[in-house]
């Protein structure tokens, strides 16, 4: 199985500041590689698909980029409701498709 | 607009069965890929189970392989999972998920996800 590691674990950040979240699959993953938020009590949802394409609605200030074993998401301008945990997830092998374990976003 | 709401979730006792179901509307159920996706309290998401949109290909974790059975019905629109030999690790939320393709594969996403039905595994 493919293994996702997130880093940070956790980062603190405060409104208005750039964030970079990264994600290293165990092996290449071409560009399968998907983002997630999860606000508390809430479900996932898309944000980035295909490593860098930007899901229908999310705004723009989130990006992601890279391919085969380090991808970054990129949050340009911290807004307070983007104050979450992100998971990234690949999509290249036959299943499981692993998702990374998180990266919690807390505010400064 | 697409929902999912999930259903089923309740306290079992090891070794246990329960039927997870998940009712779906606002789109054309037979032209998505399914997914079972769980959440431990406090913890990360873990992929579960996938269906292709004619049920002829389906895949399982390995945690659950052997024990859970996925299933769906197109003419009812819903999505199953069959729980069996249940075990304390399998304490989750449970949510169901949909793919953006008729069979899961490179490329997969899902781009909605129902609100979860909890399922808690104790004697």
């Known amino acids: 199985d493919i293994q996702m590691t997130q880093s940070p674990s956790s980062l603190s950040a405060s409104v208005g500041d750039r964030v970079t979240i990264t994600c290293r699959p165990s092996?290449?993953?071409?560009?399968?590689l998907n983002w997630y938020q999860q606000k508390p009590g809430k479900a996932p949802k898309l944000l980035i698909y295909?490593?860098?394409s930007l899901q229908s609605g999310v705004p723009s200030r989130f990006s992601g980029s890279g391919s085969g074993t380090d991808f970054t998401l990129t949050i340009s301008s911290l807004q307070p409701e983007d104050f979450a945990t992100y998971y990234c997830?690949?999509?290249?092998?036959?299943?499981?498709?692993?998702f990374g374990q998180g990266t919690k976003l807390e505010i400064k | 607009e697409v929902h999912l709401v999930e259903s089923g979730g309740g306290l079992v006792q090891p070794g246990r069965s329960l039927r997870l179901s998940c009712a779906a509307s606002?789109?054309?159920?037979?032209?998505?890929?399914m997914h079972w996706v769980r959440q431990t309290p406090g913890k990360g998401l873990e992929w579960v189970s996938g269906?292709?949109?004619?049920?002829?290909?389906?895949g399982y974790a390995d945690s659950v392989k052997g024990r859970f059975t996925i299933s769906r019905d197109n003419a009812k629109n819903s999505l199953y999972l069959q729980m069996n030999s249940l075990r304390a690790e399998d304490t989750a939320l449970y949510y169901c998920?949909?793919?953006?393709?008729?069979?899961?594969?490179?490329?997969?996403?899902?781009?909605?996800w129902g609100q979860g039905t909890l399922v808690t595994v104790s004697s």
């Open positions: 295909a490593a860098s």
């Open positions: 606002g789109f054309t159920f037979d032209d998505s890929a």
């Open positions: 092996q290449s993953i071409s560009s399968f």
């Open positions: 269906i292709s949109w004619n049920s002829n290909s389906i």
């Open positions: 998920a949909k793919d953006i393709f008729l069979v899961s594969g490179s490329g997969s996403y899902y781009d909605d």
């Open positions: 997830q690949q999509s290249y092998s036959a299943p499981p498709y692993t």
